[in-house]
């Protein structure tokens, strides 16, 4: 099984090669949560990713948030919160809420 890159460090690999990249961070967590405040995921502007910041239950919704981010220079905070109808759609059917910045990163 393979050890999956230190995000931080693929962010400095993807902007050694003249790719734009983004960083993902949970920043806040209450109840239930699959990763820790602190846990990344980069993102480069290809669209490839490494790192985790739910256990893949939002990773998708992220990643799209970092190529915005990677786009337009802004960074945006995330909310993932579980409601009834939505627990299923964001796929944080374990409960809990995560709040995720996602930050354009330039070297």
């Known amino acids: ?6 995000p931080l460090a693929q962010i ?5 090669d003249g790719r734009k990249t983004a960083l ?3 920043v806040t967590t209450w109840g239930s949560s699959p990763r820790p405040v602190g846990s990344h995921l980069a993102v480069a502007d290809t669209g490839d990713f490494t790192g985790s910041v739910s256990g893949g239950c939002i990773e998708g919704a992220v990643v799209a948030a970092a190529q915005e981010a990677i786009a337009t220079g802004k960074s945006k905070l ?3 919160g ?5 627990a299923w759609e ?7 809420r995560i709040q995720v910045l996602v930050e354009p990163v330039t070297i």
């Open 90 to 96: 964001v796929g944080l059917a374990c409960g809990g």
């Open 12 to 16: 400095e690999r993807w902007q050694a």
């Open 78 to 80: 995330l909310d993932f």
């Open 24 to 26: 993902a961070t949970v």
């Open 1 to 6: 099984m393979a050890i999956a890159p230190d």
């Open 82 to 86: 579980v409601t009834n109808e939505m």
